[in-house]
């Protein structure tokens, strides 16, 4: 009996690094989320598009283990991870921004990164006792971290700062800073560039470029389609809580149903901020 030929890898299709299947979530009985189903290509930046109230920020909430869904299942990579909490999903290396800024208003920009550090040894109170130079070197090194996270988004100069202080914008780049001092492998960011002005735009747009270059796969929701065209290889449309088309934008620039549905709000709401 001779074997199936195992077929060659394709290679031109990367992997997911995340993905999700029949998703449904309800809230007050009312469907937020309906079915979305899609996935995430690894070590690609994704945008995540649809019209207000489409269920993106729901999806992503769902994601990242900050809320549960009724249905469906979701993987990262291989490992079926539905209705992890957050925390669990992070040491998988998910981390996730927020549409609205969630800095910790009352400690300096240096501080909301240091709460932000992945397994810090010295949240044992028996590291404390038992291995205190084990706690301080880490210590340390989450400080070296954290000043060379602040200085590459450019936040070094406002280190002992609160962020309560910080513009609108620069509170999109500590969000950012903050999920990116655990050194994430998959990034999800809700509306990174919202409120912020073009100049910034093209900054943030410059960093999430610079994390698709060393590995990292960011699934983003966008408003902006020039943005999306500019940075993201691939595009995910949600409308009424369903995956309504997947592809790159130009592609789905074509498709009759995406802009009827859709294209033409968010062109629509793109011109108007
Ligand atoms: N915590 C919540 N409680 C009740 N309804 C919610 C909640 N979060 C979202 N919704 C509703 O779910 C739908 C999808 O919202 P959301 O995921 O924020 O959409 P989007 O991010 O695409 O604008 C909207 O109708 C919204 O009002
Ligand atoms: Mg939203």
Redesign the pocket.
Same mark, same amino acid.
């Given at each position: 009996m001779t074997a199936d030929p195992v077929p060659a890898p394709d290679r031109t299709t990367p992997r997911a690094a995340l993905s999700c299947d029949g998703i449904t979530k309800a809230?007050?009985g009312?469907r937020?989320v309906n079915g979305a189903t899609f996935a995430v290509p690894e070590g690609l930046v994704t945008a995540l598009i *649809?019209?207000? *109230?489409? *269920?993106? =920020? =729901?999806?992503v909430n769902i994601l990242s283990g900050s809320m549960t869904c009724d249905g469906g299942t979701e993987r990262v990579g291989d490992a079926e991870v539905t209705n992890w909490p957050s925390h669990r999903i992070a040491r998988l290396g998910l981390m996730r921004t927020f549409q609205l800024s969630r800095e910790l208003g009352g400690l300096t920009v240096l501080e909301n990164l240091l709460v932000a550090a992945p397994g810090q040894a010295g949240e044992s109170l028996l590291n404390v006792f038992l291995r205190p130079s084990l706690v301080r070197r880490q210590e340390r090194e989450n400080v070296e971290r954290a000043l060379d996270v602040l200085d590459t988004y450019g936040l070094f100069h406002l280190r002992d700062n609160r962020a309560s202080d910080l513009s609108g914008g620069q509170k999109k780049l500590l969000e950012i800073s903050r999920a990116v001092m655990a050194s994430p492998r998959i990034l999800l960011l809700d509306e990174p560039m919202a409120g912020v002005n073009p100049a910034l735009i093209e900054r943030i747009g410059g960093h999430i470029l610079d994390l698709k270059a060393t590995g990292v796969t960011v699934l983003m929701?966008e408003h902006n389609l020039n943005v999306v065209e500019r940075i993201c290889d691939h595009v995910i449309v949600?409308a009424e809580g369903r995956t309504l088309a997947t592809g790159r934008l130009g592609d789905l620039r074509e498709n009759a149903e995406v802009v009827q549905a859709y294209l033409g709000e968010v062109i629509d709401a793109s011109t108007h901020g």
């Amino acid at each position: 009996m001779t074997a199936d030929p195992v077929p060659a890898p394709d290679r031109t299709t990367p992997r997911a690094a995340l993905s999700c299947d029949g998703i449904t979530k309800a809230f007050q009985g009312v469907r937020a989320v309906n079915g979305a189903t899609f996935a995430v290509p690894e070590g690609l930046v994704t945008a995540l598009i *649809g019209p207000n *109230g489409a *269920g993106k =920020t =729901t999806v992503v909430n769902i994601l990242s283990g900050s809320m549960t869904c009724d249905g469906g299942t979701e993987r990262v990579g291989d490992a079926e991870v539905t209705n992890w909490p957050s925390h669990r999903i992070a040491r998988l290396g998910l981390m996730r921004t927020f549409q609205l800024s969630r800095e910790l208003g009352g400690l300096t920009v240096l501080e909301n990164l240091l709460v932000a550090a992945p397994g810090q040894a010295g949240e044992s109170l028996l590291n404390v006792f038992l291995r205190p130079s084990l706690v301080r070197r880490q210590e340390r090194e989450n400080v070296e971290r954290a000043l060379d996270v602040l200085d590459t988004y450019g936040l070094f100069h406002l280190r002992d700062n609160r962020a309560s202080d910080l513009s609108g914008g620069q509170k999109k780049l500590l969000e950012i800073s903050r999920a990116v001092m655990a050194s994430p492998r998959i990034l999800l960011l809700d509306e990174p560039m919202a409120g912020v002005n073009p100049a910034l735009i093209e900054r943030i747009g410059g960093h999430i470029l610079d994390l698709k270059a060393t590995g990292v796969t960011v699934l983003m929701i966008e408003h902006n389609l020039n943005v999306v065209e500019r940075i993201c290889d691939h595009v995910i449309v949600l409308a009424e809580g369903r995956t309504l088309a997947t592809g790159r934008l130009g592609d789905l620039r074509e498709n009759a149903e995406v802009v009827q549905a859709y294209l033409g709000e968010v062109i629509d709401a793109s011109t108007h901020g």
